[in-house]
Structure formats: structure tokens, C-alpha cells
Nanobody, 124 residues
Framework: QVQLVESGGGLVQAGDSLRLSCAASGGTFSTYAMGWFRQAPGKEREFVAVISWSDGKTYYTNSVKGRFTISRDNAKNTVYLQLNSLKPEDTAVYYC?????????????????WGQGTQVTVSS
């Protein structure tokens, strides 16, 4: 059974950085795409970034380009999201998700597995 476990969230000030981790287990991920989504209180879950596990290609939502970086460590079966220059509007629960076909998709309903989320709070 595929399991995704996020970690690394916390309370930081505007301008600070965080690195989120997503440890994946229970599957063969070489053909998957791994995405990060976030959900703020009262808002819908929104796409943040995705990476192809096989070739490392990435895709970001416009609001985080140049500030966030998604990466993966194949040996550790772990995907990272480096969050720099954080803003109060980045405050949300951040979720890791896995998509079996490997397509770089930004729509949450196409993802097959989800983690439990990690809270990121950015104070002004």
C-alpha cells in the first residue's frame, strides 16, 4: 500500500524559508509524478508544483515560480519542496500527492494517493 508522509511544516515569518519533505513507501515510484498541493482555510485545494520521478521535469503554478523548488531523491524515495521568500498568503496545509501515470498534472482529482498534510503558517 502506497503511503506518503509529509514533514517540515512550521510557523515562520515573512521572508523566511522552509523545506517540506514527502517520504513515499509501498510502491514502485519510478514512473510516477509527485505533486504538492496546498489548502488554505475556506479555500479549495490548489496545485503548487509537480515533478516527474523518472526524468525530473517540473512544473509550477505561477504564484510560486522563482520562490519554491521541487526536487526528488530517488535513493530515499523522498520528494522535497523548498519554500523561499515566504509570504503570509502561502499559509496553508501542504499536501504531497502521487500520480501513477507520470503525467505532470495540476488537477487534484487525477492524483491517486495523498499524504496527511503539513501546516505552514507565515506571519507578517
Amino acid at each position: 500500500q502506497v503511503q506518503l508522509v509529509e514533514s517540515g511544516g512550521g510557523l515562520v515569518q515573512a521572508g523566511d524559508s522552509l523545506r517540506l519533505s514527502c517520504a513515499a513507501s509501498g510502491g514502485t515510484f519510478s514512473t510516477y509524478a509527485m505533486g504538492w498541493f496546498r489548502q488554505a482555510p475556506g479555500k479549495e485545494r490548489e496545485f503548487v508544483a509537480v515533478i516527474s520521478w523518472s526524468d525530473g521535469k517540473t512544473y509550477y503554478t505561477n504564484s510560486v515560480k522563482g520562490r519554491f523548488t521541487i526536487s526528488r531523491d530517488n535513493a530515499k524515495n523522498t520528494v522535497y519542496l523548498q519554500l523561499n521568500s515566504l509570504k503570509p498568503e502561502d499559509t496553508a496545509v501542504y499536501y504531497c500527492a502521487a500520480e501513477r501515470s507520470g503525467a505532470l498534472l495540476s488537477t487534484a482529482r487525477y492524483y491517486d494517493y495523498w499524504g496527511q498534510g503539513t501546516q505552514v503558517t507565515v506571519s507578517s
